[in-house]
């Protein structure tokens, strides 16, 4: 434990062959790195919610409109899981 008020100079760095290596002392300060703050942009939850309901309306288009394909139902989840994907990225 170092003592209470002592300073970086006044401590004895003992030099063994290799004084190359020694650490010398220093009173610089250095900052911790400050975090940026991401601000995402204001389309996530309009794409969000534009890809939910979109994927809702090809669900159902699928059973009143598309009786005869599947195809609608795979849009419609394709849709819906990017919806979530987007949902994710909103902060």
Do not use: Q
């Not at 170092?2 to 250095?30: F, I, L, Q």
């Not at 601000?39 to 309901?53: F, G, K, Q, S």
């Not at 598309?66 to 902060?91: E, H, M």
């Amino acid at each position: 434990m170092t003592p209470k008020g002592t300073r970086p100079e006044d401590r004895n760095v003992t030099s063994n062959d290799h004084e190359h290596h020694a650490v010398a002392p220093s009173s610089r300060y250095t900052p911790k790195a400050t975090k940026r703050e991401l601000v995402p942009p204001h389309w996530i939850p309009i794409i969000m919610l534009a890809l939910l309901i979109i994927g809702g309306l090809m669900i159902m288009a699928r059973y009143l409109i598309f009786t005869d394909s599947n195809i609608p139902t795979l849009i419609g989840l394709a849709c819906i899981l990017g919806g979530l994907y987007a949902a994710t990225k909103w902060r």
